[in-house]
């Protein structure tokens, strides 16, 4: 079976190194200031022309409250008013975008992130939404995969029903752990209850999809109150969950100076915790997609893996990687074609760009061909643990150990290890090297050897 895992505890602590999540290739460590708003309006000329389906992103940065381990994009705040100037400069955005394409474009895919969407009121939600069926072709049929965040403390039942009532069918629940201990340890108290409610909610109201977030090696946190964690979650019966590693870079995120180092797991411990899930969840009847993620048999991605038609891009794991993604809002990431671009990470840079009529586009890649070659190799591996070099040769005309001959010693290395299977026609991950899959897709990585590993959490 695909989602076959054998634990490797030798074979993890050699590979287990700091390295990208491979949501995009080339990573957007390697953006820089030269790409901007021309090549963006040049990349949306391209999709209009071929019309592309779309998946849109909506960046929400508002939370009233901090969560210490975060590391999102956000602005701390109590004053529900300042969501309005942001959605002023967000719809000014949405027209600048939408109208270079053509309105024919198809949004099959769309996705609120944060930040906490629900940290805007119901009318506001409306609006925001009503714009965007204004401008965009978003699918009334409730066939999209329309999908938002959300955290149990500012959402109830009215929430969820409007929610679903505007077009939202997939739902993703922050918990991180459900420990009173871990909770106060990192500012974040949710009850079980909170949690049940707005799943109850989600269920009643026809949802087609819920996940769960959890993260493990956070401060108080043990293998047997995670488990129980654990434990709980399968009770609520998501139909996907994501298992993060807790990476602690306080140098990086300010918000994470608050946690105190001593209370971090070991991280033997962390090792334990991940084990001890993944042996939870599998007799729990769920299926080992990649990377953090797991997810019901009859769930879209699962299905898409045995398809072999699953991808990956800056949402995750995903069925809708054909389409063009065009990220709104501050901080947002678009992919369109070749072009990577990504708006400012300052919400009063964003504000005052538009507030001149013009974009926030701050940074960005176009990739060449020797970055599509890679990244169709690094998207094989991640989604499907495998990679016929045949089908490379094909799509890219190369010939794949002759391009790759610099890289066929590590190669080996991994094969004599047991981390992969590799012969003059495939690289096959094997079951001991599926949790490490991103230290085989580091191998392929062109830029990696000059980029600072710090900026990266671990693979495991």
Known sequence: ?????????????????????YTSYPTAVQFDSQVGTFDLFHALRDSRKALRPLSLYVHVPFCANICY????NKVITKDRGRALPYLQRLEQEI????????????????HFGGGTPTFLSHDELRQLMAQLRK???????????????????????????????????????????????????????????ETRAVIDAARTLQFRSINIDLLYGLPKQTPDNFARTVDEVISLQPDRLSVFNYAHLPERFMPQR??????????????????????????????????????????ELAIAQEDST??????????????????????????????????????????SALASAQLATSRGLICNADDRLRRAVIQQLICHFSLEFSNIEQHFNIDFRGYF????????????????????????????????????????????????????????
């Open 69 to 72: 381990y975060c590391a999102c």
């Open 135 to 193: 401008h965009f072709n978003l699918l009334d049929d409730d066939s999209g995969d329309y999908g938002i965040e959300i955290d149990p403390r500012e959402a109830d039942w009215s929430t969820m029903g409007l929610l679903r009532e505007l077009g939202f069918n997939r739902v993703s629940i922050g918990v991180q752990d459900l420990d009173p201990a871990v909770q106060r340890a990192v500012n974040r108290l949710q009850s079980l209850e």
């Open 95 to 110: 027209q600048l975008i939408a109208c270079h394409l053509d309105p024919t474009q198809k949004v099959e895919q769309l």
């Open 258 to 299: 608050r946690i105190n180092g001593n209370d971090l797991p070991a991280p033997a411990q962390k090792l334990e915790m991940l084990q001890r899930t993944i042996e939870q969840l599998t007799a729990a009847g769920y299926r080992y997609i990649g990377m953090d993620h797991f997810a019901l048999p009859d769930d």
């Open 310 to 351: 699953l991808q990956r891009n800056f949402q995750g794991y995903t069925t809708h990687g054909h389409c063009d993604l065009i990220g709104l809002g501050v901080s947002a990431i678009s992919q369109i074609g070749d072009l990577y671009c990504q708006n400012s990470s300052d919400l009063n840079q964003y504000q």
């Open 405 to 460: 001959a610099d890289l066929w010693p590590q190669l080996l290395n991994m094969a004599e290890d047991g981390l992969i299977e590799l012969d003059n026609e495939r690289i096959t991950v094997l079951p001991a090297g599926r949790l490490l899959v991103r230290s085989v897709c580091m191998v392929f990585d062109a830029y990696l050897q000059h980029t600072n590993r710090q900026r990266f959490s671990r693979v495991i």
């Open 1 to 21: 079976m695909l989602d076959t895992i054998r634990w490797d505890t030798d074979l993890i602590r050699r590979y287990d190194l700091a390295g990208p999540r």
